[in-house]
Structures are given as structure tokens and as C-alpha cells.
């Protein structure tokens, strides 16, 4: 049973860092891209940054590019989305999921590319 948990949201002001950390057990952790989403109040879940099995590979959404970093460590099982100059319009509940295939990494990718997803960990942002 694959199981993926967040970690690291919280309350921070407008250009504050955090760090979202996703441990992942029940798969071979190594063989599978990373992504994560994340899902404003009212507002479609959307594809914040991914990162492919080996880590060499990333995608970044526009609104972030600059100012997140996603990296992971196949020896912890976990995958990492470091967040710096954060904005109101960052808040939202972030998620990380799996890839639903190994050995693929598609830049962009939709959350039907995705089979395992967190529970979600909330970040807000205030002004």
C-alpha cells in the first residue's frame, strides 16, 4: 500500500520561506517522478513543480519558477518543495503525488499522470 505524507505547511508572512516535505512508503520510491499540486479555496487543484525518479529533471509552474525548488532524496524516500519569497496567492493546501508510471517524467503533467496523492498539508500566506 503506497503512502505518501506531508509535512511543513504553516502560517508564514508574505516573503517567508517554508518547506513542504512528502515521505513515501509501499513502492519503490526511486523509480517513480515526484509532483506537487496544490488547491486554492474555490479553485482547481494545479501542478505546482515535478520532479523525475533520478531528480536530474524538473518542472516548475510559471506563477512559481524562481522562487520554489524541488529536489528529492531517494534514499529517505522523500521529496522536497522548498518555498521563498511566498505570496498571499501561494495559500493553498499542498499535495504531493506519484507518478502513475516508473521510468516517466512528462513536463508539464495533469493529475491523471498521478496515482498516489498526500493527505495535504496546508500553507497561508498573509500580507
Known amino acids: 500500500q503506497v503512502q505518501l505524507v506531508e509535512s511543513g505547511g504553516g502560517l508564514v508572512q508574505a516573503g517567508g520561506s517554508l518547506k513542504l516535505s512528502c515521505a513515501a512508503s509501499?513502492?519503490?520510491?526511486?523509480?517513480?517522478?515526484m509532483g506537487w499540486f496544490r488547491q486554492a479555496p474555490g479553485k482547481e487543484r494545479e501542478s505546482v513543480a515535478a520532479i523525475s525518479w533520478s531528480g536530474i529533471s524538473t518542472y516548475y509552474a510559471g506563477s512559481v519558477k524562481g522562487r520554489f525548488t524541488i529536489s528529492r532524496d531517494n534514499a529517505k524516500n522523500t521529496v522536497y518543495l522548498q518555498m521563498n519569497s511566498l505570496k498571499p496567492e501561494d495559500t493553498a493546501v499542498y499535495y504531493c503525488?506519484?507518478?502513475?508510471?516508473?521510468?516517466?517524467?512528462?513536463?508539464?503533467?495533469?493529475?491523471?499522470?498521478?496515482?498516489?496523492w498526500g493527505q495535504g498539508t496546508r500553507v497561508t500566506v498573509s500580507s
Open positions: 509501499g513502492r519503490t520510491f526511486s523509480m517513480y517522478a
Open positions: 503525488a506519484s507518478y502513475v508510471t516508473r521510468w516517466t517524467f512528462k513536463s508539464p503533467a495533469s493529475t491523471s499522470d498521478y496515482d498516489y
